[in-house]
């Protein structure tokens, strides 16, 4: 019987076969085709591209070399379609013949990009393969986030806190990492600030001069730098034109602050022919102290400026062009809640910045050389009020750096395996003189030299590779001073960063990407030599001279999946550091000052959390996100304390009703309680801000945007666990009214 059943199946199995080949066309053996599909921008090859004959089941992907072949065709008129990412679907038609093999080239359009979607501080050759996390701000993005400063805009992005001392000299904070383990950019080169060096000093540069902000968080030490294991932020300004309308365009905006008495104006205007642009821009920022539910923040006053003037032309296979700028500060810190002390800070940067971009034939076909030169000259003054109401200063910090950072870089078209990659050459150098009567360290000269390699290898159409080096060689000198007389000591070393990543899109709308990264910091001057008060940020500083290197070692994940109505991206990472330079409370104080000590000490240390984003479009004007972020840092050498100046776990959510012409919206952040601190450091409370925000848009000669924002209406008073304020005893901003204005024309 069983046998009987065997046999019948088998019968069964045979005659459908031969039933379903009785009913399929004729087959050719030698009816086949074959060709290149071809960028019809570029002329270039498009390596693993989708090709399918239209009503069959016969498809293919090109190989590396933009090539395909598909055999065995069923006599007759065919017609191919070709799909790819960031191509348009193109549809080509040909006859296949009886024993003969025909060729067939398709050309395919690039399709328009949506710039704010493709990140190029993540990649030179702006391929939009991401892994790491990335975003960009532009347009209304940004007027919608419109502050005093660049922390102040990021601060409730998911990984992204900010370092607190003041409206002024607020710095982004990414993943827990400050200092130059994140790189603060403008347009791609290191600006000459010395923002990243202590708490109170700010970034160069206001932020209504910049047109996008792009936010990298993670290993970002491949392109930028070998320190930067913890991301970069690129504020890119328009002050080279890259693509302009012909004729005269333009943004003026206005900005009003109530919580600081704050006012802010800005302009920028281009004129522009068929191949050669002009532009210029100026802003101008006053305020006043800071209230909060407490009372104002003595000493948080500041009256800033900014202007540029550039041009830009574009050529055949060619185009660039230059810019020159100039920033003045002059902000206060505060040190006290007495009216009668202050310390104020006043800088001057002047700066001039290049670019020219180059298509050529050949394997290596197209260039780009970028450089940024700037001198910055910062005073800190200690001021006491006298009996008779004028003030009595005393200037007792002084810094003038010069800066130039350059970048050259080669990108080759794809070869073997290689899609289109990068090489390059970075060369950083600055010189900085330290004096004053509190110079607590030397000054310090600092040559870098670097050359790197991005190359991406796509497996399919669905994966790709990510892999690169750079090699570094540093050379620091310290530079004598009035304390520091007799002070000569210089170090080099050649340092070593890469990065391994991978990028896998297994549907339309789901992408998973990672990356490892090796990164290698040298300590500072002020790491290495500090030994004083430091008035402006409120702290005595103890360095070490015999601090090494710092290595660390970084894993990034990333899922996104996005369709629609829905968009979620989960993140984590783990940093892992050898020699971590710490800024370590002792909880000591300086009789002399009154400051508590601080000391900058070398451990092992691991830091590791992650980011989770929300967002759901129930309708097309509708749209409600769900965001959070957890960091925790701890020692893993000497002990397993916390690290200090670790943000606590927050968590955002928001909600958006766009109508079109005007929209309403709301926001809330619900920041925990810090209690992982690290020796010495003080806990800080958890709290709740709530927010909303009205906006208006009116298209009549040009557009208009009004936007009217409120923060922290509950007025409540909490503690920033990022604040550097001395003991964070001084309540952070209360309820804030701002209202802001822009005209595109």
Same mark, same amino acid.
């Given at each position: 019987?069983?046998?009987?059943?065997?046999?019948?199946?088998?019968?069964?199995? &045979?005659?459908?076969?031969?039933?379903?080949?009785?009913?399929?066309?004729?087959?050719?053996?030698?009816?086949?085709?074959?060709?290149?599909?071809?960028? +019809?921008?570029?002329? @270039?090859?498009?390596?693993?591209?989708?090709?399918?004959?239209? *009503?069959?089941?016969?498809?293919?992907?090109?190989?590396?070399?933009?090539?395909?072949?598909?055999?065995?065709?069923?006599?007759?008129?065919?017609?191919?379609?070709?799909?790819?990412?960031?191509?348009?679907?193109?549809?080509?038609?040909?006859?296949?013949?009886?024993?003969?093999?025909?060729?067939?080239?398709?050309?395919?359009? =690039?399709?328009?990009?949506?710039?704010?979607?493709?990140?190029?501080?993540?990649?030179?050759?702006?391929?939009?393969?991401?892994?790491?996390?990335?975003?960009?701000?532009?347009?209304?993005?940004?007027?919608?986030?419109?502050?005093?400063?660049?922390?102040?805009?990021?601060?409730?992005?998911?990984?992204?806190?900010?370092?607190?001392? #003041?409206? +002024?000299?607020?710095?982004?904070?990414?993943?827990?990492?400050?200092?130059?383990?994140?790189?603060?950019?403008?347009?791609?080169?290191?600006?000459?600030?010395?923002?990243?060096?202590?708490?109170?000093?700010?970034?160069?540069?206001?932020?209504?001069?910049?047109?996008?902000?792009?936010?990298?968080?993670?290993?970002?030490?491949?392109?930028?730098?070998?320190?930067?294991?913890? #991301?970069?932020?690129?504020?890119?300004?328009?002050?080279?034109?890259?693509?302009?309308?012909?004729?005269?365009? *333009?943004?003026?905006?206005?900005?009003? +602050?109530?919580?600081?008495?704050?006012?802010?104006?800005?302009?920028? %205007?281009?004129?522009?022919?068929?191949?050669?642009?002009?532009?210029?821009?100026?802003? /101008?920022?006053?305020?006043?102290?800071?209230?909060?539910?407490?009372?104002?923040?003595?000493?948080?006053?500041?009256?800033?400026?900014?202007?540029?003037?550039?041009?830009?032309?574009?050529?055949?296979?060619?185009?660039?062009?230059?810019?020159?700028?100039?920033?003045?500060?002059?902000?206060?810190?505060?040190?006290?809640?007495?009216?009668?002390?202050?310390?104020?800070?006043?800088?001057?940067?002047?700066?001039?910045?290049?670019?020219?971009?180059?298509?050529?034939?050949?394997?290596?076909?197209?260039?780009?050389?970028?450089?940024?030169?700037?001198?910055?000259?910062?005073?800190?003054?200690?001021?006491?009020?006298? +009996?008779?109401?004028?003030?009595?200063?005393?200037?007792?910090?002084? /810094?003038?750096?010069?800066?130039?950072?350059?970048?050259?870089?080669?990108?080759?078209?794809?070869?073997?395996?290689?899609?289109?990659?990068?090489?390059?050459?970075?060369?950083?150098?600055?010189?900085?003189?330290?004096?004053?009567? @509190?110079?607590?360290?030397?000054?310090?000269?600092?040559? &870098?030299?670097?050359?790197?390699?991005?190359?991406?290898?796509?497996?399919?159409?669905?994966?790709?590779?990510?892999?690169?080096?750079?090699?570094?060689?540093?050379?620091?000198?310290?530079? &004598?001073?009035?304390?520091?007389?007799?002070?000569?000591?210089?170090?080099?070393?050649?340092? /070593?960063?890469?990065?391994? *990543?991978?990028?896998?899109?297994?549907?339309?709308?789901?992408?998973?990407?990672?990356?490892?990264?090796?990164?290698?910091?040298?300590?500072?001057?002020?790491?290495?030599?500090?030994?004083?008060?430091?008035?402006?940020? #409120?702290? /005595?500083?103890?360095?070490? =001279?015999?601090?090494?290197?710092?290595?660390?070692?970084?894993?990034?994940?990333?899922?996104?999946?996005?369709?629609? !109505?829905?968009?979620?991206?989960?993140?984590?990472?783990?940093?892992?550091?050898?020699?971590?330079?710490?800024?370590? =409370?002792?909880?000591?104080?300086?009789?002399?000052?009154?400051?508590?000590?601080?000391?900058?000490?070398?451990?092992?240390?691991?830091?590791?959390? #992650? @980011?989770?984003?929300?967002?759901?479009?129930?309708?097309?004007?509708?749209?409600?996100?769900?965001?959070?972020?957890?960091?925790?840092?701890?020692?893993?050498?000497?002990?397993?304390?916390?690290?200090?100046?670790?943000?606590?776990?927050?968590?955002?959510?928001?909600?958006?009703?766009?109508?079109? &012409?005007?929209?309403?919206?709301?926001?809330?952040?619900?920041?925990?309680?810090?209690?992982?601190?690290?020796?010495?450091?003080?806990?800080?409370?958890?709290?709740?801000?709530?927010?909303?925000?009205?906006?208006?848009?009116?298209?009549?000669?040009?557009?208009?945007?009004? %936007?009217?924002?409120? @923060?922290?209406?509950?007025?409540?008073?909490?503690?920033?666990?990022?604040?550097?304020?001395?003991?964070?005893?001084?309540?952070? =901003?209360? !309820?804030?009214?701002?209202?802001?204005?822009?005209?595109?024309?």
């Amino acid at each position: 019987m069983k046998s009987l059943y065997i046999y019948l199946i088998i019968s069964l199995v &045979s005659f459908s076969l031969l039933k379903a080949e009785s009913e399929q066309p004729r087959l050719s053996t030698d009816a086949n085709v074959f060709g290149h599909i071809i960028d +019809a921008e570029t002329g @270039e090859h498009i390596p693993f591209i989708n090709i399918l004959v239209e *009503g069959t089941r016969i498809g293919t992907i090109t190989d590396a070399s933009g090539h395909y072949l598909l055999t065995n065709l069923p006599i007759g008129q065919h017609r191919l379609i070709v799909q790819g990412m960031g191509y348009e679907t193109t549809f080509m038609e040909f006859v296949a013949e009886a024993d003969v093999s025909i060729e067939v080239d398709v050309e395919v359009q =690039p399709t328009a990009i949506n710039l704010a979607e493709v990140v190029f501080t993540s990649s030179p050759v702006r391929s939009g393969f991401r892994y790491q996390p990335d975003q960009a701000f532009i347009g209304e993005q940004l007027q919608r986030r419109s502050e005093a400063s660049f922390g102040e805009m990021l601060n409730a992005e998911p990984g992204v806190n900010m370092r607190s001392l #003041g409206s +002024a000299p607020s710095r982004p904070v990414i993943r827990g990492l400050d200092g130059d383990r994140i790189l603060v950019l403008q347009n791609g080169e290191r600006m000459g600030d010395v923002s990243e060096t202590s708490a109170d000093h700010s970034i160069a540069l206001d932020p209504l001069a910049a047109s996008r902000i792009e936010v990298v968080r993670g290993p970002a030490s491949l392109l930028y730098g070998s320190s930067a294991l913890g #991301g970069v932020i690129n504020l890119i300004t328009t002050d080279i034109p890259e693509d302009w309308d012909p004729g005269v365009s *333009g943004v003026l905006s206005a900005q009003g +602050a109530s919580v600081n008495e704050m006012g802010a104006g800005f302009g920028r %205007i281009t004129y522009g022919n068929e191949n050669r642009a002009t532009t210029a821009r100026f802003s /101008y920022r006053q305020s006043g102290d800071i209230n909060t539910p407490e009372g104002l923040i003595t000493g948080t006053a500041m009256q800033n400026y900014d202007g540029a003037l550039g041009m830009g032309l574009t050529g055949t296979n060619m185009n660039g062009g230059i810019s020159a700028s100039f920033t003045g500060q002059n902000f206060q810190i505060p040190e006290s809640l007495d009216e009668d002390e202050l310390i104020e800070i006043r800088m001057q940067r002047q700066s001039m910045q290049g670019n020219m971009h180059r298509e050529r034939d050949g394997m290596f076909d197209r260039a780009q050389l970028r450089f940024h030169a700037s001198r910055m000259f910062q005073q800190e003054f200690e001021m006491e009020r006298e +009996a008779d109401g004028s003030w009595d200063e005393d200037m007792e910090l002084e /810094y003038e750096k010069y800066t130039l950072s350059t970048s050259y870089t080669l990108q080759h078209k794809p070869i073997g395996a290689l899609d289109r990659g990068a090489l390059g050459f970075n060369l950083y150098a600055h010189h900085m003189e330290i004096g004053g009567d @509190e110079a607590f360290t030397p000054g310090e000269r600092r040559i &870098s030299a670097a050359v790197f390699t991005f190359q991406e290898v796509p497996l399919t159409n669905r994966v790709r590779l990510q892999g690169g080096l750079r090699l570094d060689y540093q050379n620091t000198a310290t530079i &004598s001073n009035e304390l520091f007389p007799n002070i000569d000591v210089s170090r080099h070393a050649f340092n /070593y960063s890469n990065s391994f *990543g991978l990028n896998y899109r297994p549907v339309d709308g789901f992408e998973i990407g990672g990356q490892f990264a090796r990164s290698h910091r040298n300590p500072s001057v002020e790491e290495l030599f500090a030994d004083g008060q430091h008035l402006g940020a #409120g702290v /005595y500083e103890i360095g070490d =001279p015999d601090l090494k290197d710092e290595i660390g070692q970084g894993v990034d994940l990333f899922l996104n999946i996005k369709n629609k !109505r829905f968009q979620f991206e989960i993140a984590g990472y783990v940093n892992h550091f050898f020699n971590f330079i710490i800024f370590q =409370p002792t909880g000591d104080v300086d009789e002399a000052s009154g400051y508590p000590v601080f000391r900058y000490e070398g451990d092992e240390a691991r830091l590791f959390g #992650g @980011e989770i984003s929300l967002g759901y479009t129930p309708t097309e004007k509708l749209s409600l996100g769900l965001g959070a972020d957890y960091v925790n840092g701890k020692r893993h050498g000497n002990g397993d304390e916390f690290l200090p100046f670790i943000p606590p776990f927050r968590l955002m959510a928001n909600a958006e009703y766009d109508f079109g &012409s005007f929209w309403l919206g709301a926001r809330a952040q619900l920041v925990s309680k810090q209690d992982r601190v690290a020796p010495d450091e003080e806990i800080t409370d958890g709290y709740t801000l709530i927010g909303a925000q009205a906006g208006y848009r009116l298209d009549f000669s040009g557009r208009h945007v009004i %936007i009217l924002r409120g @923060e922290n209406l509950l007025d409540t008073a909490y503690r920033d666990h990022l604040s550097r304020i001395e003991d964070r005893n001084i309540s952070m =901003p209360g !309820r804030n009214i701002s209202l802001a204005y822009r005209w595109y024309f």
